[in-house]
């Protein structure tokens, strides 16, 4: 029964450790997607500003 209850408390430990990893990774990616939408609208700021016609990956290029 000592074993089993071990084997429990490293499974919880274990656990507990990868939930706080995720957590991080979880703030991080929120993070980053802010920065990546950040630098996604000023590239189009200066795109209309040299009224260029460059291409996200989202869109289709005006001859399809």
Not at 4 to 30: F, K, M, N, P
Not at 41 to 53: F, K, L
């Amino acid at each position: 029964m000592h074993e089993i209850e071990e084997h429990i408390a490293h499974l919880t430990r274990t656990v507990d450790e990868l939930s706080d990893v995720v957590a991080r990774q979880q703030r991080e990616i929120a993070t980053l997607t802010r920065r990546v939408q950040l630098l996604i609208e000023r590239e189009a700021g200066r795109q209309d500003e040299a009224g260029g016609g460059a291409f996200f990956a989202d869109e289709r290029p005006p001859h399809w």
